[in-house]
């Protein structure tokens, strides 16, 4: 596999930059949340304190969220911290599907945080994937916090982690918005 | 108006006083006025030990008396000028905290009736000038009080504590009425300063004899430690402002009979009497706050609190006769006002202490530290003052005990001026039990303070408390007397050093303060502060930056939160500490003292595993009452037993008793 | 199931003693045996009495309520299923597994109503308090129960409840402690996991086994083959599938690899937890080069994705494992050795959270808790699956049962494991899966994770699909000895110590 | 402690450089597949729904929407039909808005032979 593909390398035509509209109301509304994004991100530019927050995930993405302090991945050279208490923590990691018994311990933990503040939603049960919206959880971390960043993936690695929290305060610029995932090209061979 | 005037109003007031309230039988109006008039007569009390103290020794006036009983002297001396005055104040306090207190009624009438003659019993003692009126007034304050404790006779324990004290009172009579016989016998006097003119008279035997007994005897009364039994088991049963009395101004005539015999009555004596007073001071101290530390009961806590002040004060009068013992006058006096001015102090916030005891109790049914809990919120002004208090008696710099600790540790620090390294080391090590008990002391009353009013209330009653109602008067003037104590300072240390000049003949004044405002412990090369600047700088120290804050608050848009607890639904009152876990630390260090007992009864006991129901109590084992006075008690009554026979309702059997008693005492008359 | 033969299972007759109306079902390597629900009480006490070891006790079907007992019996390297159908809603309390089975009798009552006869108060294990009668469960909801019926966490007296969580430190899971403590020493403690219950056995219902083999790996992410391998071993035991031998050596090798990787987690977390912030990071490094080793073998950090139903999706790259695997172990072995020369490290282990013997077999632990504390059980060898016939293991253990033990234990499996991996390797691991019909049946089937004996058990209906699922990873069974272990403890910075050295995970026991 | 100053020492720098430089470790990651619109008809596009077990994947008439915030990489569509989905390597997958991470793949309009 090479390091990245180069066909599903879309480009600013119409159809992505479409697909990245649809999603999210009128040119104003957009330019305002980017602006604010662009500020909350200047401020946390150089230093970040993050905590973060399992409503129900299966330990896998905990570990990988652990591994960011480890040697290999060493997210303290990046300006980038792990704070116990949510009242000194800018970030908030969540990770799990937002199962409905936690739905207090996560609106105090969101709200013991000072503004300005970001969530950002990790692994594919946060996103909505694994599991549907039933009577144990919501499905997804977007029905109980306002969520400003996601890191897709089960459990996504400590490179992703590390691509998500620069991409939140702004130090790294989005991929996946450019990307299309669908490749026009014959990339294989296709069996008669 | 000299001194002894003002004693006569006080004691007429209080006389005054009990003959309204016992004829009023206890009405409301009759309350009133009584109370108003002890009140005065506080005021009275209060001017005359002043003066007392600042003019020195009244002349002996004879006031009456009967060839039987002996001639009744009075004198306003200057030593028992501090003690007047902290009558005084404790009497206006209680004066104006009794008519909210007490529900009108016969009991009540009779109550006050008592505690009026109590008072004027005790001005009796501090002005008595000859022996038989000491010893008569002193006897009188002890049935008057135990009177007093026998308020509530209902109560379970009413009728033991007050038979604890009543029966060491008189232990300790026994032992002071030996002293003042040995002494009067030896100068043929029985006139206390004649007394003390013709001390050296006495042969050195005698001497230290008399003053161990009267050390011990007004070590009962005190509350020296192995004696100390009767104030836990006293000061719970009776009534707030009866065991405010008690500990505020009874305990003090202990102090007050060893600071007579060291001070006043005998000349300076050898070196191991004051080693061995500021033993047993030390050591009551230490005791006394680790036996606080375990104690939920708030009164038998404040109870063992005033052990420990005692030890305290009577720590300092060691260390003083030490240093009379190698001719340092200066340090001597010096530690003597000390142990004088610790007096006052204790005196004003340990009343203060006691009274809002009984209005905590009295708002909420119960004295258990664990049954209470977030009272600040319902007993806000019963709260502050009680703060006062309580920093006064942890000693914390703005208030008066500090002063008080930090001269005695000033002088205690000075041994080595005494030439001789043992008594230099043995001094310090006093020091250093009196530091242990000052850390315990601040740990323990953190405890006091907090498990009952700050937190969460932990039952009904806690949460039900009601302010309205309750008495504010009387504690609140307390309250700033210790603020008042604390910031003239000077001014007290100035009142002090001449009665101790009095008594001692060493001009302290000089020596103390250079300065109008600073104080230096009796040597110039040794240390100074000054409590008043400290007391205002601190003050300055916490209002300014609030001040500042107020002014250049910045306009951002504050957000309030909760109080960041793991997520977790919901704070329940059992998710804080309670009295005995916090006191748990010292439970582990000094468990050869405290030899605790547990007792755990826990649903995952259950061989099933299962978690649920927890319940743990924990006891602290009496040491003193179970393996000291137990065996004397028992053996008493074994005794008791093996006499019976005589007694065998045999009229014969007793004339012939005469007989042998005749014949016995011409034998022994023969020798 | 396979025709009843009387002869392996007539010798098990003679366990249950004098018990009529027995019918014996064999699958695979587990007996299941049906008694009446009135000779269940003396059944239990024989077996008990007799050395056999309770693994699990659940419930499955409704109307009558099937009760099913687990045994694992060493002696005769198999398992036992007891079954008997409890009609009402009480069945006879079964005193003998009182201590071992608490947990499971409560869950039972949550999720189909019926609850053992001994009137004694039960706990609340995995439903939320805001639980309302619609929601969800596998059977009948609970009567009107009487209220003490959970037992309520009171405490009165002097001590007091320290409340730790949900929300703990950075990167833990949710789990709220209620620590009971006389202010020196802890009194008591409970834990509630209901924060993470995201009902998968309710979830697992009306599915094909290959797509529940998705939910299943995710119940206990770091032991994600163990429950796959064990769910898949049900299937294939209920089918009567046998997998190429090829891909069973792969599934040993993929054991083996994920038990490598959760031993070093577990000593870095234990350094960080005793704030030895140098081995937490030599331990961190070894790590992350086993997961990228996992990553580059099997193509996922975690090895999901690796097993399938009747065998295995993808084969190891076996040049790879053997290139990179030693230096792996180096690093995990000189980071151990280094711990181990530690004083001030060690200290904080010796005589820490000590879980006894006894205690270890009345709460029925398992894995390397059970092995430190002299209990040196481990199915690898007691019930071999396929694989281990060729390849047995050493197991190594320890009697002092704490913390340091534990730490030993998991220094010598990892050690063992590599030597495992080399021999599977040797005798050739590939891909492959044997085909799987979509006919009825019920199997149990268990593997070896690293906290232990993991289990699962499937009841296919005829159309293939699952009908009930009970998965019961090892972290359902150790937490209870985490309660015993902590409870002698003094101080309190101990509990994250011995919770590291138990390496347990919230998401396992609440599923 | 010194033994653990040297062994550091002696083990050396293992962080990475990332993001100044790519990681050579994440070559072997799970990544989100990417589809082939020229071979995606409807009914590979409806199998591909059927074997998602994580529905990251719908069909809407024409268009397969794939959802990459609910994409486990788990590789069954993969193989499923592996002349439609190969591997992205793509995974840098953070996204500002969720928006961003709900890709549509155009379907063919005629089925494939």
């Known amino acids: 596999m090479t390091a990245s593909n180069p066909s599903i390398r879309g480009q600013r035509d119409g159809a992505s930059a479409q697909a990245a509209e649809s999603g999210s109301g009128t040119d104003a509304e957009q330019k305002a949340a980017d602006q604010l994004r662009q500020r909350i991100a200047s401020q946390f530019r150089r230093s970040l304190h993050i905590r973060t927050l399992d409503t129900g995930s299966c330990a896998a993405c905990e570990q990988e969220i652990r591994l960011l302090a480890a040697p290999h991945y060493d997210l303290h050279r990046l300006g980038l911290f792990f704070t116990p208490a949510p009242r000194h923590a800018d970030l908030l990691m969540v990770t799990g599907p937002a199962i409905r018994a936690f739905d207090v311990a996560a609106r105090k933990t969101y709200e013991a945080m000072p503004g300005p503040k970001i969530v950002v939603a990790t692994g594919a049960c946060a996103l909505g994937g694994v599991y549907p919206s039933d009577a144990f959880m919501h499905g997804s971390v977007s029905e109980i916090l306002p969520v400003d960043v996601w890191i897709p993936g089960c459990p996504p690695s400590p490179l992703a982690l590390l691509q998500g929290l620069l991409v939140a305060v702004d130090r790294l610029a989005e991929k996946v918005a450019d990307l299309t995932f669908a490749a026009d090209g014959p990339t294989v061979e296709v069996p008669e | 108006m000299n001194a002894l005037t003002w004693f006569y109003l006080a004691a007429a007031g209080w006389g005054l006083a009990a003959a309204t309230v016992l004829a009023g039988r206890g009405a409301q109006l009759a309350i009133r006025v009584a109370c108003a008039l002890s009140g005065l007569a506080g005021a009275a009390a209060l001017a005359g030990g002043a003066s007392a103290l600042w003019w020195g020794d009244s002349r002996v006036i004879t006031a009456g008396g009967s060839v039987v009983v002996g001639t009744l002297q009075l004198q306003a001396t200057s030593l028992g000028g501090i003690f007047a005055a902290l009558l005084g104040l404790v009497a206006v306090a209680i004066a104006a905290f009794a008519p909210r207190y007490h529900q009108a009624g016969p009991g009540t009438g009779i109550y006050l009736g008592v505690f009026n003659l109590a008072l004027a019993a005790c001005l009796a003692v501090l002005a008595a000038a000859n022996v038989v009126t000491f010893l008569v007034a002193w006897e009188s304050v002890a049935l008057l009080c135990y009177l007093l404790i026998l308020r509530n006779p209902g109560r379970p324990e009413a009728a033991a504590g007050a038979f604890w004290f009543l029966a060491l009172s008189e232990a300790g009579f026994v032992l002071v009425v030996a002293a003042f016989v040995i002494l009067a016998a030896k100068t043929h006097t029985m006139q206390l300063d004649l007394i003390a003119a013709r001390a050296h008279l006495v042969p050195a035997g005698w001497r230290d004899a008399a003053y161990l007994l009267a050390l011990t005897g007004f070590g009962f009364k005190a509350g020296l430690v192995p004696l100390h039994v009767w104030l836990p088991e006293a000061h719970p049963v009776a009534p707030a402002d009866g065991s405010a009395f008690l500990s505020g101004l009874v305990v003090k005539l202990g102090a007050y009979g060893i600071a007579l015999f060291a001070f006043r009555l005998l000349p300076v004596g050898p070196a191991w009497v004051g080693l061995l007073t500021m033993a047993a001071g030390a050591v009551t101290a230490a005791i006394g706050i680790l036996y606080a530390m375990n104690e939920r009961d708030l009164k038998r806590f404040l109870a063992y609190s005033t052990i420990e002040n005692t030890g305290i004060i009577v720590t300092a009068f060691g260390a003083a006769m030490i240093f009379g013992a190698y001719r340092q006058r200066a340090l001597w006096a010096f530690l003597l006002l000390a142990g004088l001015y610790h007096v006052a102090n204790h005196g004003t916030y340990k009343t203060l202490l006691f009274l809002e005891a009984g209005v905590v109790e009295h708002a909420t049914g119960t004295r258990d530290m664990d049954r209470l809990g977030g009272l600040i919120h319902r007993l806000p002004r019963s709260a502050v003052i009680t703060l006062v208090g309580t920093l006064g008696i942890a000693t914390l710099p703005p208030l008066n005990g500090f002063v008080s600790e930090w001269l005695i540790f000033q002088g205690l620090f000075q041994g080595f001026r005494t030439g001789s390294h043992l008594i230099g080391i043995l001094i310090v090590v006093a020091a250093a039990a009196l530091g242990l008990t000052g850390g315990l002391a601040i740990y323990a009353f953190v405890r006091g303070f907090g498990i009952p009013f700050l937190g969460m209330p932990r039952t009904r009653q806690a949460r039900e408390a009601a302010e309205h109602g309750q008495p504010v008067a009387g504690p609140a003037l307390l309250a700033v007397s210790c603020a008042a104590l604390a910031v003239g300072a000077p001014l007290v240390i100035l009142a002090l050093s001449r009665a101790v000049g009095t008594v001692t003949g060493v001009a302290l004044r000089p020596v103390l303060l250079p300065g109008n405002l600073t104080v230096i412990p009796a040597h110039t090369d040794f240390s100074a502060f000054s409590p008043t600047y400290l007391a205002v700088f601190l003050v300055a120290v916490t209002v300014v930056p609030v001040l500042i804050y107020l002014a250049g608050r910045p306009r951002a848009d504050s957000v309030t939160a909760s109080v960041w607890d793991g997520g977790m639904v919901t704070f329940k009152p059992r998710m804080q500490y309670s009295a005995m876990t916090f006191s748990a630390p010292t439970r582990v260090t000094f468990d050869a003292l405290y030899r605790p007992s547990v007792s755990l009864h826990r649903a995952s006991d259950d061989p099933a595993g299962r978690s649920g129901p927890v319940h743990y109590e924990t006891e602290v084992t009496p040491v003193f009452e179970r393996y000291l006075y137990r065996p004397v008690i028992r053996a008493v009554e074994w005794l008791a037993d093996l006499v019976r026979p005589i007694q065998s309702g045999d009229v014969n059997l007793y004339l012939f008793y005469v007989f042998a008693m005749i014949i016995l005492a011409y034998l022994l008359g023969a020798l | 199931m396979t025709a009843v033969q009387p002869g392996p299972a007539g010798s098990l007759a003679s366990l249950l003693g004098a018990v009529s109306g027995a019918s014996f079902a064999e699958a695979g390597n587990a007996v299941t045996v049906r008694i009446p629900v009135a000779q269940l009480e003396t059944a239990v006490h024989h077996l008990a009495t007799t050395g056999a070891r309770l693994a699990d006790l659940f419930a499955a079907g409704q109307d009558p309520a099937v009760l099913h007992l687990v045994w694992a019996l060493d002696a005769q390297q198999q398992y036992l299923i007891v079954q008997a159908d409890v009609t009402g809603d009480e069945y006879p309390p079964l005193s003998d597994i009182a201590p071992a089975a608490f947990a499971e009798e409560c869950e039972i009552y949550e999720q189909f109503g019926i609850r053992p006869a001994t009137g004694k108060p039960l706990n609340r294990v995995a439903l939320p308090p805001h639980a309302g009668p619609d929601f969800p469960r596998l059977g009948h909801r609970p009567g009107q129960a009487p209220a003490e019926i959970h037992a309520p966490h009171t405490v009165g007296g002097h001590a007091f409840e320290f409340p730790f969580g949900p929300v703990r430190q950075v990167g833990m899971e949710s789990l709220y402690y209620g620590l009971v403590t006389s202010g020196e020493e802890i009194v008591d403690l409970y834990l509630f996991t209901w924060h993470k219950h995201r009902g998968l056995e309710w979830r697992l219902r009306g599915r094909t086994p290959r797509d529940a083999l998705f939910h299943v790996e995710r119940t206990e992410g770091l032991s994600a083959i163990a429950m796959s391998w064990a769910f898949t071993a049900a299937v294939e035991a209920a089918l009567g599938v046998d997998p190429p031998s090829a891909a069973q050596r792969t599934r040993a090798v993929a054991l083996e690899l994920e038990r490598l990787y959760n031993h070093a987690a577990a000593t870095a977390a234990l350094c960080q937890a005793t704030g030895l912030s140098i081995g937490q990071s030599a331990a961190e490094i070894a790590l992350e080069r086993l997961l990228r080793l996992n990553a580059a073998v099997f193509g996922h950090r975690y090895l999901f994705g690796v097993m399938e139903t009747g065998g295995v999706r993808r084969a190891p790259d076996a040049a790879e494992l053997r290139g990179q695997l030693p230096a792996a172990q180096s690093e995990l072995c000189r980071a151990a050795d280094a711990l181990l020369a530690t004083n001030s490290f060690l200290d904080r282990l010796e005589a820490c959270g000590i879980v006894t013997t006894e205690q270890a077999r009345r709460l029925g632990l398992v894995g390397p808790v059970a092995r430190a504390a002299g209990v040196s059980i481990d199915t690898r060898l007691d019930q071999p699956a396929p694989p281990y016939f060729q390849h047995p293991p050493a197991v190594a253990a320890r009697t002092s049962g704490d913390v340091l033990a534990r730490f030993g234990v998991m220094h010598d499996e990892a050690a063992e494991s590599v030597r495992l991996i080399g021999d599977l390797l040797d005798a050739g691991a590939g891909a492959g899966t044997a085909n799987v019909p979509s006919t009825g049946g019920s199997g149990l089937g268990w593997a070896e994770s690293s906290r232990g004996e993991a289990l699962a058990w499937v009841a296919l209906g005829a159309d293939g699909r699952i009908s009930r699922a009970r998965l019961r990873p090892a972290s359902v069974r150790n937490w209870r000895g985490f309660d015993d272990a902590c409870r002698s403890q003094n101080v309190f910075t101990d509990v994250p110590i011995i919770e590291a050295s138990f390496w347990l995970t919230v998401a396992g026991t609440a599923r | ?113």
């Open chain 4, 1 to 113: 402690m010194t033994l653990w100053f040297l062994r550091g020492l002696r083990r050396g720098v293992v962080t990475t450089w990332y993001p100044a430089r790519p990681d050579s470790s994440a070559a072997s990651l799970p990544t989100p597949p990417v589809f082939r619109a020229d071979v995606l008809d409807r009914a590979t596009a409806d199998r591909l729904v059927e074997v998602c077990p994580s529905r990251a994947l719908r069909r809407e008439s024409d268009t397969l929407i794939f959802d990459l915030g609910a994409c486990t990489a788990c590789g069954r569509c993969q193989d499923a039909a592996p002349e439609a989905a190969t591997p992205s390597g793509e995974f840098e997958l953070a996204a500002t808005s969720r928006a961003h991470l709900v890709k549509r793949i155009p379907l063919l309009r005629e089925a494939r032979s």
